[in-house]
């Protein structure tokens, strides 16, 4: 059947084109104009209706070739699974052409036409419609090619047919008929910390007693294991250890080495965390220090230490010859504690210093179903249920004690329905039971991917985007993802909040571990294991989703490229790659992106959706950023803070996708051309000039994030506070420069804003006076003069943390917040409070967990009574010379796990020497004490 779509075009491009613009456009425009229009009419291209039913197909393919790789998976090595791969590949490729044929005719839709009856713009007006209808037919024709795919595997494979999204579901909650429990997961308010690994007391007790008890000669200390064995989980229980913080006080480092690594990274990396750990600013020219100057520097660092330092997940035996020379032996009972699955690495080592090795056996049958228990029925008190047991027992014999297996199966089980017992039979039939690395990612993780909902899934392989064993900030990674379009909507719940759900779930079966936490119990970094990450490569092969461009010049997988992840700071990868298909461009810290590729973005990657990089040198963005019409996320930072300063070009108030903007801590001068941005949901800067945009910025209405604003103490400031009370969204919102004469119009602002969450008001010279009432608020940071506490504080009864920078608060006040329900964490900063006694009393503050007092001058006591902060796990207390005494009632505190005074006083010092100290025998039962002297000295060393 002849396409009219088609037929029209074709003669309009034959015969009216080519007569219109060399003989009758000139001669009688007038004439011709009403025939084209008519065309145009007739053939007026896709509908807004059809562009979204466009869009719902896609999803649907996008299901489809999920289904496909999970067969192709099912019958890997079977000839069939060659097949399947191959229509996979064409799948898919069809995939991306309707999606780039899309995005080019939302570009022509969002374009203005030129007016027809302008004479020297009736070509372009033709022009510009003639090619949004062969657009159009392009989508027909590659539809109706899928359309011949869809009938031809129905007819030939034997059940290799498509499901629309109705008829499927997600493969959650097909698979799991009691899907509360799933979504219980997914909507939970805390993310639960990750199951200890059992059956680790006996050797951690050996390693720790090697690195405390052993000889005074340097001494390597490796585990041996095969991947997901728990070497790391192991390393870290010992370097966690009471015994180890006490002995290596305050030269304890982890730096995670992983199987491609850069040497001079990895010293800058130890060199920073000494300085962290000792107060102390690093070298200023560090960027620029090459690998003998690192060398030399950590060695001076650690000359007359005692320290330990873990390489976690080492893989070469080179790499002992690239560090051993910055590690200072100097007969103090120095130790380095490696990972690694090679025994060849830990032997390595003896060249150069005594070497012990401990080869890590898995667990026995009663430790296996143990851990199994606390993964798969955490939410029955690690209790299997009984209809359970004899089957939970087969499938944990089946794992063969490895620990990595057992929480990823525990995890898929524990969203399964536990009153159908053949769901559990038939998960067991399919497990094979060998443990070599591709069979553990074959037999428990490709399983327990392919059980996810194929957005999830999406979410799971994006971890693939960053190198093996990085640390992903969590906020960026759910922007990332929404950027993506692989968070779909919930009704209720903004799109954030959903994909903190897919994170949680994600979590919960184990494919995602937590790194840190905030105090509430939310993870704020998170990681896969390396044997996962391996996974997730595999797919990028199998299904196109990355291209991962490394430091030795290979990549994960060749063909259509849709997502680019650079880990090289090499710029000699833009000519092989098709960058009119990429999508997202990814430069991981610490790699460096430099000025001859960013000239290019805009024209080589011009449907681009995702950017986020730290650039070299000054940072220019290219003046026509506008052109990215599809840009949704952009991070830019730059490589050395003091080349920062620079300019946002105009054009960017072109991004109306834009979703995202994080400028990190990077100094931009912001256009007022950005308040046209009225899809943007989170802005970050630092020291963001807003001044500009006092007109327009309360259109920007989708804002959820805001920080941080730099007022200037002028007029103009009260214009841009009245804006900024339109913004009803925001839920987190930094100021500064806050003076006292806005009070009124300020506090009038904020309280519009009742989504608000976390608040930061900083004033620098005057004094913050201000009356709030925020339901939601959970994080409040107030840094300048109080003349009081906050009456106003004590009526957020959803506060979780509470800094005070620079109050000077005169008197004890801290009953104002005593009975706060929620309050976890407390921070007195720089003299926010100048009293000399601080007095905690009975049933004060009774869910309090940690607690910080920093830069007391004036603070001569603090008194804990009986009954007061029984839930205290950390005390912290840093440049308080005035101190004398322990806090008097500190033996009550039976939770205190943590106890840190640095820069103590010399007479607080006395008080607690072992011989003598009348203080030292009321901190005993605290398992981590850190006391060091004003010359940054630990007393205990």
């Known amino acids: 059947m002849i ?139 590659i539809k109706s090619h899928i359309n011949e795919m869809k009938d031809t595997s129905t007819e030939k494979d034997h059940g290799f047919q498509i499901k629309s999204s109705s008829e499927q579901g997600s493969s959650s909650s097909a698979i799991n008929p009691n899907a509360t429990l799933l979504q219980n997961l997914r909507k939970a308010p805390f993310y639960m910390k990750e199951a200890d690994v059992v059956g680790f007391e006996k050797p951690r007790d050996k390693l720790v007693d090697w690195l405390v008890k052993g000889r005074d000669e340097f001494t390597v200390v490796s585990v041996v294991a095969m991947g997901g064995q728990g070497k790391t989980t192991l390393a870290r229980k010992v370097f966690d250890s009471k015994e180890v913080m006490e002995h290596f006080r305050g030269y304890r480092v982890w730096i995670t080495v992983s199987q491609q690594y850069n040497i001079e990274e990895l010293l800058r990396k130890l060199l920073k965390e000494l300085c962290e750990q000792q107060k102390v600013n690093p070298p200023q020219n560090i960027h620029e220090m090459n690998k003998e100057s690192l060398v030399d520097k950590v060695r001076k660092y650690l000359q007359e230490k005692r320290y330990v330092v873990v390489f976690d997940d080492v893989w070469e035996k080179p790499f002992w010859a690239d560090i051993k020379f910055a590690m200072s032996d100097d007969q103090k009972g120095c130790r380095i504690l490696i990972t690694t699955r090679f025994k060849d690495v830990a032997t390595s080592c003896r060249e150069s210093s005594f070497v012990e090795i401990h080869e890590l056996k898995g667990l026995d049958d009663e430790q296996s179903l143990k851990l199994f228990n606390k993964k798969a029925f955490h939410d029955l008190k ?417 506060l979780v943390e509470l800094r005070l920078y620079e109050s000077k608060l005169t008197e004890d006040r801290m009953k104002l917040v005593k009975s706060m329900p929620n309050l976890l964490s407390i921070t007195l900063w720089n003299n926010a409070y100048v009293g000399e006694t601080l007095h905690f009393q009975n049933e004060w503050f009774k869910n309090l967990k940690e607690l910080y007092l920093i830069c007391m001058d004036n603070l001569k006591s603090i008194l804990i009574d009986q009954g007061a902060l029984p839930s205290l796990e950390k005390l912290y207390i840093y440049i308080a010379p005035q101190l004398q005494r322990l806090p008097t009632g500190i033996q009550r505190l039976k939770k205190l796990e943590s106890l840190t005074i640095r820069y103590a006083s010399e007479e607080l010092i006395e008080n607690i020497l072992l011989n003598g100290g009348k203080d030292h025998w009321i901190f005993k039962q605290v398992p981590f004490v850190e006391i060091y002297d004003q010359n940054r000295k630990s007393i205990f060393n």
């Open 3 to 141: 396409d009219p779509c088609a037929s029209v075009l074709s003669c309009a491009r034959e015969n009216l084109l080519p007569l219109a613009r060399k003989h009758l456009l000139p001669l009688a425009l007038d004439h011709l104009l009403p025939i084209l229009n008519e065309a145009v009419n007739m053939i007026r291209g896709i509908p807004n209706d059809k562009i979204a039913e466009m869009k719902n197909e896609l999803e649907t393919i996008e299901e489809f070739i999920h289904q496909a790789d999970k067969m192709a998976d099912d019958v890997e090595g079977d000839d069939q699974s060659h097949g399947t791969r191959e229509k996979i590949k064409q799948l898919i490729e069809a995939f991306f052409r309707i999606q780039d044929l899309i995005d080019e005719y939302i570009i022509r839709e969002e374009q203005q036409l030129p007016d027809p009856g302008c004479v020297d713009a009736a070509y372009d007006y033709v022009k510009t419609k003639f090619l949004r209808l062969q657009i159009a037919h392009d989508i027909q024709i």
């Open 382 to 798: 690690e209790v299997c249920p009984p209809n359970l047991i004899d089957i939970s027992s087969k499938i944990v014999k089946k794992c063969g004690g490895l620990p990595l297996a057992i929480v990823v199966i525990g995890g898929q089980l524990s969203c399964k329905n536990r009153d159908t017992i053949i769901e559990w039979y038939k998960f067991n039939e399919n497990i094979k039971p060998k443990l070599k690395k591709d069979f553990v990612i074959n037999t428990f993780l490709v399983p327990s991917y392919h059980d996810l909902s194929y957005n999830l899934k999406s979410c799971l392989l994006y971890f693939g985007m960053y190198p093996e064993d990085c640390e992903i900030n969590s906020e960026r990674l759910i922007r990332q993802w929404i950027a993506e379009g692989f968070v779909k909507e919930e009704e209720g719940l903004t799109l954030e909040e959903v994909a903190e759900g897919y994170l949680t779930e994600l979590i919960h079966r184990s494919l995602v571990q937590v790194v840190s936490f905030n105090i509430d119990g939310r993870a704020t970094t998170c990681r896969v294991h390396d044997l996962v990450h391996d996974m997730i490569l595999k797919k990028f092969e199998d299904l196109s989703f990355c291209k991962n461009i490394s430091e030795d010049g290979q990549s994960a997988s060749d063909g259509i490229v849709r997502r680019l992840s650079i880990t090289t700071n090499s710029n000699n990868f833009m000519e092989s790659i098709v960058s009119s298909q990429v999508r997202s461009l990814l430069v991981p810290r610490p790699y460096i992106l430099h000025e001859s590729v960013v000239r290019q973005i805009t024209t080589k990657y011009r449907l681009l959706k995702v950017f986020d990089a730290r650039l070299a040198g000054e940072i220019k963005v290219p003046e026509d950023l506008g052109s990215l019409n599809h840009l949704k996320y952009f991070s830019i930072e730059a490589a050395a803070f003091e080349t920062a300063f620079t300019a946002l070009p105009k054009s960017i108030g072109m991004l109306e996708n834009l979703e995202t903007l994080d400028l990190v801590e990077t100094v931009f001068d912001v256009p007022k051309e950005i308040c046209k941005l009225r899809k943007l949901r989170h802005f970050l800067g630092f020291k963001l000039n807003l001044v500009e945009l006092k007109d327009g910025i309360g259109g920007m209405t989708s804002l959820q994030t805001l920080h941080t604003v730099c007022l200037n103490n002028n007029d103009e400031d009260r214009e841009l506070i009245e804006e900024l009370g339109k913004l009803k969204q925001l839920k987190e919102l930094g100021l500064r420069g806050v003076m006292r004469k806005h009070r009124s119009v300020l506090s009038s602002s904020i309280n519009k804003m009742q989504q608000m969450e976390n608040l930061s008001i900083e004033s620098d010279e005057d004094i913050i006076d201000l009356d709030l009432n925020l339901p939601k608020l959970q994080y409040l940071v107030l840094r300048g003069q109080l003349e009081k506490l906050a009456e106003w504080i004590p009526k957020h009864q959803n």
